[in-house]
């Protein structure tokens, strides 16, 4: 789907100051839907002025939609009739006489010209269902009333309003609760949502009529501690402003939005929303999760100091079968213990790789005895593993490069690359060296190599492939390990 600036960039001549404007204008403009019961389509002039384009479009959730389909891409060409010209040529707001039938359904339609610095940067063109209106209120008579405001506001572009951003799937909606507020701060009206989120954060008396910014002063007084953040008054002159005030009781974001009439302040508009179950939820992550890095942190642990008892075994023991089982044994839980490190200092349940691939190569080769210098480097990137086969992976590649440097490069100076690329859902995984050629007549199935069997069995846990082959045309080996990783 086209975005605003795709739109714009293919037919209009507007700076990047006004474009950014009508972004800023869309980021917040669900408001003004909401609050007009309407859909909102955004239309800017083509370089010919006689065209327009749809670049925008936002549906209410208050009220049932006018308009069924997507119209972004859309034209209106040489039409002067249509009421977006009209808006566009008169720089004045344009609306219908009367109810207009749209696919059967009698249709308002309002056309706000955007005038910035003198200039019609765009128009608002509003379509609301006379068909399923609702009933008039006090709720429907405020709403329609801060939406006449906004709509002026939107003509004379002053709004959005500098301030605080929205901020998505956080911030609260018209229908999540609001509050009309005059200029000497006095509620003066407060819809049902907005009443009952105030008594979740405690407050037993009346909304009406009282001052709003005592009323937060009195609810702060039982907030929380410690406090995180001191924020400033949430009704600003000229600013939106954003917050979330917290109690014992409860947790309300609130967003205030001023209201003016010809550049004159005219009170606030204030949306607010019960976050307390998400911000418990919220909180409830964050411990799980750091109660599971808490684990991983212990797991590695453990796991060194099992290294540590099997290193001090091994200065221990006279037997040089002994000493080699021992050695590989500590390797390999060496080499667990590095995926738990990693998991320890992240809160996915992936680990990236390569840090973990670098660490094991840089194991392998200081305890390797091979007493010649081997070089080593990893070309291509793993990405993200899951943890649950990162496990697997740090024991199969450690076991693999060891094999590497005891049975291909041995005694003389080699070269190992560990190559891993993606190939869809699945992780290929190359290790090569140039060192001594398979032994004639090797065949994996039969081999008798324990660290050849604990990559076969692990590999096959995972329904991954391990082969093991000669370099074609070349001294040395190729192992080649292939997993799935959905």
Known sequence: MLSLTDVVAQHCALSDDDTGWLVGLTDQWDMLADLSFSDLILWVPDVDDNVFWAAAQCRPTTGPTALEDDVVGEEIAYDPEHLVTEAYLSREIAMTSGNKLHAGIPVDVHAVPVLREGRCIGIVELHTNR????????????????????LAMVHRAEFPV???????????????????????????????????AFRRLGWAGDVLGENFTGMLTALMASRREPVEEVTGPLLGARRARETEVETRA???????????????????LVLCRDTTDLRTRE????TKDAT?????????????????LLRLQTRRTSSAEAIGAL????????????VHEILSQGFDASVRFDDVADRLMAMVRDVANTGVAVAMERRGSFGLVPADVATHLSLVLTEVLQNA?????????????????????????????????????FDLASSHSLGLSIVTALVK?????????????????????TLPLS
Not at 296 to 306: A, E, G, I, W
Not at 423 to 437: A, F, H, K, W
């Open 461 to 481: 846990d995972l329904s991954g492939t391990f082969e093991l082959s000669a370099l074609p045309d070349t001294a040395g080996t190729l192992a080649r390990i």
């Open 292 to 308: 599971i890095r808490e684990i991983h942190h212990r797991v590695k642990n453990n796991l060194q100091t099992v290294a540590a």
């Open 327 to 338: 050695s590989d044994a500590q390797k390999r839980v060496s080499a667990i213990a590095v």
């Open 131 to 150: 068909m399923g209106v609702r009933a008039p209120g006090a709720l429907e008579d405020t709403y329609l009333e801060v939406a006449g405001l906004l």
């Open 162 to 196: 500098v301030g605080h951003a929205p901020v998505p799937f956080s911030s609260p909606r018209v229908g999540d609760g609001a509050f009309r507020v005059s200029e000497d701060g006095t509620v003066t009206f407060a819809s049902p949502n907005a009443v009952s």
């Open 283 to 286: 909180r409830q992550l964050v």
């Open 405 to 441: 440097l005891e049975h291909g490069v041995r005694e003389s100076a080699g070269h190992v690359v560990v190559q891993p690329r993606r190939s869809g859902e699945m992780l290929v995984v190359d290790v090569t060296n140039d060192g001594l050629p398979l032994p004639d007549g």
């Open 250 to 268: 409860g947790i309300v974001r609130l967003r205030s939005m001023p209201l003016c009439v010809h550049d004159a302040p005219h009170g606030w």
